[in-house]
Nanobody, 115 residues
Framework: VQLQASGGGLVQAGGSLRLSCATS????????MGWYRQAPGKQRELVAT???????NYADSVKGRFTISRDNAKIAVYLQMNSLKPEDIAVYYC??????????WGQGTQVTVSS
């Protein structure tokens, strides 16, 4: 299973970015897709997930600012990030969890927010 993430970059505080992630996983085998991030010197943390049924979950720190969505036809997941803050600086990783319980990770995309 492969994941290809894109959309990171440099933005000013208060700005927006949209991350995209496409996967080669079989759509019917996917239980959940999501985004995680890892800031320098910190552990990887959950940002947002979305189940095959469309149920979403967000970290408290991004609620109201980030929106996760998925395109089942394209087998892709997106993260719309608004009102970005310097504390959002991290490498963002796309994740796919299959119904078997196996996880797969994308290569990571850097998000940098200038204050």
């Amino acid at each position: 299973v492969q994941l290809q993430a894109s959309g990171g970059g440099l933005v000013q505080a208060g700005g927006s970015l949209r991350l995209s992630c496409a996967t080669s996983a079989n759509r019917l085998s996917i239980n959940r897709m999501g985004w995680y991030r890892q800031a320098p010197g910190k552990q990887r943390e959950l940002v947002a997930t979305i189940t095959s049924g469309g149920i979403t979950n967000y970290a408290d720190s991004v609620k109201g600012r980030f929106t996760i969505s998925r395109d089942n036809a394209k087998i892709a997941v997106y993260l719309q990030m608004n009102s970005l803050k310097p504390e959002d600086i991290a490498v963002y990783y796309c994740n796919v969890r299959l119904r078997s319980g196996i996880h797969y990770w994308g290569q990571g995309t850097q998000v940098t927010v200038s204050s």
